[in-house]
Every structure is written in structure tokens, then in C-alpha cells.
């Protein structure tokens, strides 16, 4: 599976770190906060389980287009 229509937004003005995160896994809508110490917080669908792979690839995402920006 794989991570599809990945979008990212800063939460912050300035430079706090963290980012609203949305993007489609296994058919299925994920909308979550990225924090700045690479923590995901999932708000929909409630209830939703980050395993460890996703979080994984989330965090090479975050690293390519934020860190390496």
C-alpha cells in the first residue's frame, strides 16, 4: 500500500514546527497533525491506527518536502 494525494499545511505562523497532514491510504481519507518531533496525531477517521510502516513513510515524506525544502 502506499501513500496517495499527500497534502501538508503549517499549523504555525513563524517557525513552531507542525503541520496539518492529509492524504489517501488503503482507499481510505486520513487527515492528521505532524508534530515537530515527528509524532502523528490522527483526527479522522477517529480511532485510526498509525502502524509502524506508515508512520515510517509519513516521516520520509515530512523529511523530503519540509526538512530538505
Do not use: C
Not at 1 to 30: A, C, D, V
Not at 35 to 46: A, Q
Not at 56 to 61: Q, R, S, V
Amino acid at each position: 500500500m502506499m501513500i496517495q494525494h499527500f497534502t501538508f499545511s503549517k499549523l504555525y505562523q513563524g517557525e513552531l514546527p507542525g503541520w496539518r497532514i492529509s492524504f489517501y491510504y488503503n482507499r481510505e481519507k486520513i487527515e492528521a497533525i505532524y508534530h515537530g518531533d515527528g509524532d502523528i496525531e490522527i483526527e479522522l477517521p477517529k480511532g485510526y491506527l498509525v502502524t509502524e510502516q506508515l508512520k515510517k513513510d509519513i516521516n520520509e515524506l515530512m523529511l523530503f518536502h519540509v526538512y530538505d525544502a
